[in-house]
């Protein structure tokens, strides 16, 4: 059957006829609500807003349970049928013509790291919503079935999307984040229940896909002045905590050179790591992000300091390479200012190379709407490295004004915004088309 296109505008259709257009309305004609999506991301930005202009939405505050409510009315809106998974991620589903196919997910996360930006995670996860938003009301029906997924706790080492892999461990549970909760006591609270953990995990092969949107968090892009990124791959992230132990003694009748200052020692060591770090050719990283000085008081040499160590590369035997030598140096600081360093490794996020088929399928989906692209790697983390471990993965990337990310600076433009969803819808389509 061919349906006219002034039909088609008259809105004559028949339920029928509508499940068959989809196939002759051309999907390049599809286009997300750009004003109701900056909209959305307005309001959103409400939650945990700071004096700064940014958010503190941190995992498990009372700014995340207000913004997580918020964000379920946009998904029940969107007709997305919602529940809280075991571990705490919202979910909206979406039936599609043939449920014998495996799901195509698409989401990000709406938690802020303290004092972040308005655009990290939030772009992706109202994009994913305005997605759903525009094929219902453009009543197109997907043949896989989508999933919307709002994973909790992406800043706090992407919990939500470990558990759904598989991947969450009970060493994790007693992580705590600036909102002083345990993950453990922050499932709870934000309505998920640890107990049922199990029935979160997907299994290999399991979904079609995972897509998710996302602002570049650097400067590549507003500075070539490029619409799109395409991402190849999510750096690895390695996280551990460095207990440093001196001997606490008055500052004011301790020689200086009768001292076991572990602050003294931790300056040295954070210095090590910068120098290690940039002591071979790549785009490594590594830092100190973290620190406490105990007991912390102006005439006390500090006895004890507790830092974090950070390090991120796509290869992790870099990594290892890196820490080894972090290790060698901290041996050394040791020995010199008569201290003990101990490491504790706290969280390890895989690097993770996206398909290859999703990244020409972005790309194209771009260049249908007259934007450009390039490919480049993904300096930050994020679920969509965990959701690799399961299944094809894709990331989409729009400018970051500045380059500036995890700062009440963050910014995108409106623009970018509506660009990124309407990528994420074309892409989305394209991959539908997958047997
Ligand atoms: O820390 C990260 O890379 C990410 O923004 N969660
Ligand atoms: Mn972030
Ligand atoms: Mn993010």
């Known amino acids: 059957m061919i349906i006219s296109r002034r039909k088609f505008n008259a809105g004559l259709l028949t339920t029928a006829s509508v499940l068959a257009v989809r196939d002759y309305v051309p999907q390049a004609r599809l286009r997300i609500n750009g004003a109701r999506l900056n909209e959305h991301l307005k309001a959103l930005s409400e939650f945990g807003k700071n004096p700064q202009g940014g958010v503190s939405r941190v995992a498990y505050s009372e700014a995340d349970r207000?913004?997580?409510?918020y964000v379920l009315g946009l998904m029940r809106a969107a007709n997305l049928d919602v529940s809280i998974d075991a571990a705490g991620n919202?979910?909206?589903?979406?039936?599609g013509s043939d449920n014998s196919l495996k799901p195509i997910l698409v989401g990000s996360h709406i938690d802020s790291v303290p004092e972040g930006g308005n655009f990290d995670g939030d772009v992706g996860s109202l994009g994913a919503i305005e997605v759903a938003q525009t094929l219902a009301e453009n009543k197109v029906t997907t043949r896989h079935p989508l999933e919307v997924i709002i994973f909790q706790n992406e800043e706090g080492g992407l919990i939500g999307?470990?558990?759904v892999v598989g991947q969450l461990s009970e060493k994790e549970f007693d992580l705590v984040n600036k909102s002083g909760k345990t993950v453990r006591d922050g499932i709870k609270f934000i309505g998920g229940d640890l107990s049922k953990l199990a029935t979160v995990k997907r299994e290999k092969g399991s979904i079609a896909a995972y897509l998710e949107l996302h602002i570049e968090q650097g400067g590549t892009l507003e500075a070539e002045k490029i619409d799109i990124g395409v991402v190849?791959?999510?750096?690895?992230?390695?996280?551990?905590?460095v207990t440093i132990e001196g001997f606490a003694n008055h500052a004011g009748t301790t020689a200086?050179?009768?001292r076991q200052d572990a602050l003294l020692a931790a300056a040295k060591f954070i210095e090590a790591v910068n120098r290690v770090v940039t002591s071979v050719p790549g785009r490594q990283v590594g830092t100190v992000g973290r620190i406490q000085a105990l007991p912390g008081a102006p005439n006390v040499i500090p006895g004890k300091v507790v830092c974090s160590l950070e390090l991120r590369d796509l290869d992790a035997a870099k990594i290892q390479m890196l820490y080894q030598k972090i290790r060698t140096e901290a041996d050394q600081i040791a020995k010199s200012n008569r201290v003990t360093f101990d490491f504790k490794a706290l969280n390890t996020n895989i690097s993770a190379p996206?398909?290859?088929r999703i990244r020409a399928i972005?790309?194209?989906?771009a260049k249908e709407l007259g934007l450009t692209t390039r490919q480049m790697p993904s300096g930050a983390g994020h679920d969509a490295q965990d959701m690799a471990r399961i299944g094809p993965v894709g990331m989409i990337f729009i400018p970051s004004i500045g380059g500036i990310s995890h700062s009440p600076k963050e910014f995108s433009r409106p623009q970018d915004i509506e660009n990124g969803a309407n990528v994420l819808l074309g892409a989305l389509m394209k991959v539908d088309k997958w047997p």
């Open 66 to 69: 207000q913004g997580r409510e």
């Open 90 to 95: 919202l979910v909206g589903r979406r039936a």
């Open 161 to 163: 999307s470990e558990a």
């Open 232 to 241: 190849e791959g999510i750096v690895g992230i390695n996280w551990w905590d």
């Open 256 to 258: 200086m050179n009768n």
């Open 354 to 356: 996206t398909d290859p």
């Open 362 to 365: 972005i790309d194209q989906s």
